[in-house]
């Protein structure tokens, strides 16, 4: 549903809330049903028979007993007994305890009786038929009325008010914990160290905090000892790497060129492959966010690629797009999405597309090459997985491209995704949201 809130807490409270309205009116039109309107039924029909007998009384007695048993029907019921003095209009009101009254007077005298209202204080006037006599009998308007609605509805609207702030409270206290789970959660998933987890309150939320605890500073050493593994390991290797440099450099000029040359390459493709791992195993420190103009930055890694052979075309935003974000994270991030492309574009032409606005700007990397099948767009981001249709021999690579860019995204925020390109290829497409800090 469109209009349902979207946190715990909301969606929480919104189900509490519309299963008290659903109740308090069940509840409430049963109350009208079975007890309002019976209620009122019998209080209008006493008070109908009270006045007829009223009538019937001031008929049956001597006229010089008249005043006497009016003044007692005033003191007793309230009830004003006069003669007719003209005819009663014809009134109808839709107030249904005057209903209830009018019916009950109709089934004992026989004949629907007129109630009108006086235009001069709170007095209702009612002519009731005593054999050849009509008496004229006033009482106060205030009798004429019954609210066991009202009354039920405030018992129970006040009721279903209390419970739904008792409710709303016990549901924050329980959401909140889970809340900052959540928001250490996501700390934990951009390799951040959250602060430790309160461990009190009820015993399921603190024994879920105790392992959260755990898990984070589990999650945490993983990561220092797999930094420490993979720097000693690398360092370990740079180092007869270099001897085998020197070694090469020492050559005579009898040896054979194109196999010296062979060495030199696969010592350098050795060294990036070292300096890949140890980006991945360390991704990347905090640094100072900083004003960063992306069309400049692109066209600046597009120039690099250009020397080396790669045709580039930047399409998109004419006008400068400026970020706020750390500079070494998205340099690093577009020149892997880009090198990519090139390595695996057959190649063919790399366009670049920027697209800037308010709320998002996007940065798509297109390429001419195999493409990436559906079942493999996630797949590919795993760190050393390759496409043998599109990772071959001749491309090189060590499968860790896409995954320290899909590790920087998620560091910082931004989402990557590889679409199919119309017309064969892939579009490798960035996002960098735009929130009130980067704007």
């Not at 003209?86 to 107030?95: E, M, N």
């Not at 690093?332 to 057959?346: D, I, K, V």
Request: glycine share 8%; proline share 5%; charged share 20%.
């Amino acid at each position: 549903m469109k209009f349902m809130p979207q946190s715990l807490l909301g969606r929480s409270a919104f189900t509490i809330a519309l299963t008290l309205l659903v109740f308090m009116l069940i509840s409430l039109g049963t109350a009208v049903y079975f007890i309002a309107i019976p209620m009122a039924k019998r209080s209008a029909d006493d008070f109908a028979a009270v006045i007829v007998s009223a009538a019937h009384s001031i008929e049956s007695l001597p006229e010089e007993l008249h005043p006497q048993l009016q003044q007692q029907l005033l003191q007793d019921h309230g009830l004003i007994v006069t003669t007719q003095t003209r005819v009663l209009p014809q009134k109808k009101f839709d107030v249904p305890y005057y209903i209830f009254f009018q019916n009950s007077l109709a089934e004992r005298v026989g004949e629907e009786l007129s109630i009108v209202e006086s235009t001069k204080g709170p007095l209702v006037w009612v002519d009731i038929p005593a054999n050849e006599m009509i008496v004229r009998i006033g009482f106060d308007r205030r009798r004429l009325g019954t609210n066991p609605p009202i009354v039920l509805l405030m018992v129970i609207g006040g009721g279903a008010l209390l419970t739904l702030l008792v409710s709303f409270l016990e549901v924050r206290r329980v959401t909140e914990p889970l809340a900052k789970l959540s928001a250490a959660a996501q700390d934990v998933g951009r390799g951040q160290k959250p602060p430790a987890l309160s461990e009190d309150g009820p015993k399921e939320i603190a024994a879920l905090a105790r392992a959260f605890n755990r898990m984070a500073s589990d999650v945490q050493e993983l990561s220092e000892n797999r930094t420490v593994m993979v720097a000693g390991i690398s360092h370990d290797l740079r180092t007869p790497l270099t001897r085998l440099e020197l070694a090469v450099e020492m050559l005579s000029e009898d040896s054979d060129a194109n196999l010296v040359a062979g060495i030199r390459r696969d010592l350098a493709a050795m060294n990036k492959l070292i300096g890949q791992f140890l980006q991945f195993s360390k991704g990347l420190d905090d640094a100072i966010p900083v004003q960063l103009d992306l069309r400049q930055i692109i066209e600046a890694q597009a120039e690099d690629l250009r020397r080396s052979g790669t045709a580039i075309e930047l399409s998109g935003c004419d006008s400068p797009c400026s970020y706020l974000a750390d500079p070494v994270a998205l340099q690093r991030l577009l020149a892997n999405l880009l090198e990519n492309a090139a390595s695996h574009g057959g190649g063919s032409r790399v366009e670049v597309d920027l697209r800037c606005d308010e709320h998002v700007i996007v940065v798509d990397v297109c390429d001419r090459g195999p493409g990436v099948p559906a079942d493999q767009a996630e797949a590919v981001f795993r760190p050393f997985h390759r496409l043998e249709t599109a990772r071959g021999k001749k491309t090189g690579g060590s499968g860790l491209g896409l995954a320290i860019a899909r590790q920087l995204t998620i560091k910082h925020g931004w989402t990557i995704d590889l679409l199919p390109r119309p017309g064969g290829g892939t579009i490798a497409r960035l996002g960098l949201p735009i929130s009130s800090a980067s704007s």
